[in-house]
């Protein structure tokens, strides 16, 4: 959180923060941290229970037990009032950037709860769909498509592929299902900064963009619509919607390029297993 906003990556030359060992290892710890917020969080979330309590809930752990710091309090890049909580949390309409508040979460609902925190001077970045209660199957389905649309871009991630590759694999997933990609806000490169180069677009075309290299870090959080892909932004400066009010979903995991693939930094006990068919498509890479 944020997610990056898409559309400066042709105007500007990049500059790409390559990963030593030394800031490898602080990564991992930073992202094993973020996702162990939403461990913590996890039984917290059910009906009755607002918003803000999660985020004051969120905020305590990372500060009191981790010893870290919430990166999106007060966070305000450019254009942008400062972020007033220590989470994202995005319920049902809501794409990404929903600001807790004191609504109850209720039966039937579904929130997307992004955190990062950073620890020694690095940041871990994740983030996982939660549902409420029962929901339909349609419900469910999004959800689960979207998880593995997220998948579907990290499995593909190695030396000498390129972004488009990633967006493209997560673009054709989900739209193969009736679904839409969101185009305006994408994936980042991550570090000691929040947000750096590259940006890691959820579509694209095969062969274009930056060539993944070895020390490379960056997050792949598509957010994918039930509806159509149009959003726009509410009037707190910072909350984005779908435009026709339907349900979106997004997960996040932050990646590490390595010499023959890829490593997720943002693991834990709690961390969802990746789909079958990563396995799969890594027997066949």
Known sequence: MPSGVAGEIIARTMSISIKNQEDIAKMRVAGRLGSE???????????????????????????????AIPAPLNYAPP???????????????????GIPNDRALKDGDVVNIDVTV???????????????????THVQRLCQITYEAMWQGIARVRPGVRLGDIGHAIQTFAEAAGYSVVREFCGHGIGRKFHEDP???????????????????????????????????????????????????????????????????????????????????????
């Open 79 to 97: 254009g942008y009032t400062p972020y007033p909580a220590s989470i994202c949390t995005s319920v049902n309409h809501v794409v990404c950037h």
């Open 199 to 285: 940006q890691v677009l959820h579509y694209g075309r095969p062969g274009t963009l930056e060539e993944l290299r070895p020390g490379m870090t960056f997050t792949i959080e598509p957010m994918i619509n039930a509806g159509r892909r149009e959003i726009r932004e509410m009037p707190d400066g910072w909350t984005i919607v779908t435009k026709d009010r339907s349900l979106s979903a997004q997960w996040e995991h932050t990646v590490l390029v390595t010499e023959t693939g890829y490593e997720v930094l943002t693991v834990s006990a709690g961390t969802p297993a990746p789909p079958e068919f990563v396995r799969e498509l890594a027997t066949t890479a």
């Open 118 to 136: 950073i620890k020694d001077g690095y940041h871990g970045d994740t983030s996982r769909m939660f549902i409420v209660g029962k929901v339909p």
């Open 37 to 67: 917020v939403l461990d913590y969080l996890t039984p917290h979330v059910k009906a009755g229970v607002t918003t803000q309590q999660l985020d004051r809930l969120a905020h305590d752990y990372i500060v009191g037990v981790q010893k």
